[in-house]
């Protein structure tokens, strides 16, 4: 299957730690979203990548967040001193610029976090 | 307010159509999408539509937009069990090359 992968699917963690989730998109695709979503929620947007530059960051990433993309493959994302609040599924998602029109952008699993 | 709302429910026996529907405030949002959700799995594009068209089929999916009013509708023909699941409008600006907006969602339930 070459989709959309995230690592790890879940994660528990204690307030105050820091944690890292990975994405692998598809590989040809140059853009690459990380969303965030909440119970009962639809996702939201943090940020996206074109190949290495990150491009636009929502008012939601706080200065805790931080996403990086260094060979314009791979992406991590990274909170630090966790708080229960950041607890959701953090969604990555791959698409083609230049490709459809309609930028279909492929999502991964996600990886859940839940905060203690 | 949300910019893009949607009713949260929808229950419908199997072979009956359904009609998700979602309203949205941005008038320069270029395409409209639904995507699905299943539980464990990731969001699934089904279908989008761009803003000059009204209607779109596609198999067993008709997307309806009304851009005066800013609503979009997805009507599933021939509703089957394996239908069930959360189903996601979502908008986009500038040309499409941009990120989502996405509604809050409206959870399909199909019974036999």
């Known amino acids: 299957d070459t989709g959309v992968s995230q690592d790890p699917r879940h994660k528990i963690t204690k307030r105050g730690q820091n944690v890292t989730f990975r994405c692998d998109p598809i590989?040809?695709?140059?853009?690459l979203y990380w969303y965030r979503q909440t119970l009962g929620q639809g996702p939201e947007f943090l940020t996206y990548?074109?190949?290495?530059?990150?491009?636009?960051k929502s008012r939601l990433l706080s200065d805790r967040f931080s996403a990086e993309r260094p060979k314009g493959s791979f992406s991590t994302l990274e909170i630090q001193r966790t708080e229960q609040g950041d607890s959701a599924m953090y969604l990555c998602?791959?698409?083609?610029?230049?490709?459809?029109?309609?930028?279909?952008?492929?999502f991964g699993p996600g990886t859940r976090l839940t905060v203690l | 307010g949300e910019d893009v709302e949607q009713s949260l429910f929808l229950s419908v026996r199997e072979g009956d159509s359904s009609v998700i529907n979602c309203t949205y405030t941005?008038?320069?949002?270029?395409?409209l999408y639904w995507y699905k959700q299943e539980p464990g799995a990731g969001l699934q594009l089904l279908t989008y539509?761009?803003?000059?068209?009204d209607m779109k089929q596609d198999q067993r999916l008709t997307v309806l937009l009304n851009k005066k009013d800013k609503h979009l509708s997805l009507r599933i023909a021939d509703t089957q069990t394996g239908d069930s699941a959360i189903y996601f409008c979502?908008?986009?600006?500038?040309?499409?090359?941009?990120?989502?907006?996405f509604g809050k969602g409206t959870m399909l339930l199909v019974s036999p």
């Open positions: 979502a908008e986009s600006k500038n040309s499409g090359y941009s990120t989502l907006t």
């Open positions: 590989s040809e695709h140059n853009r």
């Open positions: 998602a791959s698409s083609l610029a230049g490709g459809s029109s309609y930028n279909e952008q492929f």
């Open positions: 539509i761009f803003s000059n068209m």
């Open positions: 990548f074109q190949n290495e530059a990150q491009l636009e």
């Open positions: 941005d008038s320069s949002s270029t395409y």
